[in-house]
C-alpha cells in the first residue's frame, strides 16, 4: 500500500511539469502512451535525484519503487523507473522483461543511457541486444556498446569481430534509428585506438561510407 501511495503521490506531481506541446508533439510522431505529460527530462533526473536523497530511501527502496513504477503505461513514469532502478540490483531476467516491454524509441534510449549502460552484464546482454532483429533490442545494443568504448572498455578479438559484422549490418537495416546508432557505436569504437580506427575504416569502406 505504501507504493501504491507513493506512486500516486509521483504521478500527481507530474502535473506540475505538464507541457502539451512536447505531449502533442510527440503524439503526432505516432509516441502513445496511457498519459503523458510531456514532462522534460531534465526536470525528471531533477525529481530522481530528489527521491533517492530522501533520508529513508534505501537502495531496497529504490528498486521496489522502480518495479513498480515501470509497470504504469505512462511515459514519465517508465523514464523516472530508468532513473531510480539500482543497476546493481536488476536481474537479467528482470532486464529482459522491460526490454519486452519497451514502448518508444525515447524509453529504449532512456533505458540504454540511464540504466543498460550500467549493469555488470551490460556487455554482454549489448552483444545479445544488437544481434536480435526487433529494432529496439539493436538500438539498446548499440547504445550500449557506445558508451562502454566511451569509457575505453575494450573488445576481446571475438567481440570485435561479432561487433563490427553487427555494425555493419545495422547501418545497412531498416530502421533509421539502429543505422544512426551502430554508426555512432562504430565512431566510437574507432576513439579506442588508432588499429581500432584503422579497423573501423576498413570495414565501413566494404559498404561505402567514410568513419568521419
Known sequence: MEIDERIKEIKQSFRQMMDGAVAQSMRDKGVDYKLNW???LPRLKEMAEEIKGEPNMSTDDCYHLAIALWKENVRECKIL????MP???????VADIWMEEIPSQEIAEQLAFNLWQHLPYAAEKA???MAGEQEYYQLCGFHVLSRLFMNGQ????RGINEFIDQALSGIQGPFPSVRKAAFRSMQHFAELGLVYERMARSALKTVGIELF
Open 87 to 93: 543497476a546493481e540490483r536488476m536481474l537479467p531476467e
Open 127 to 129: 552483444y545479445q541486444w
Open 38 to 40: 510531456g514532462a522534460t
Open 81 to 84: 523507473a530508468t532513473m531510480l
Open 154 to 157: 575494450e573488445p576481446n578479438e
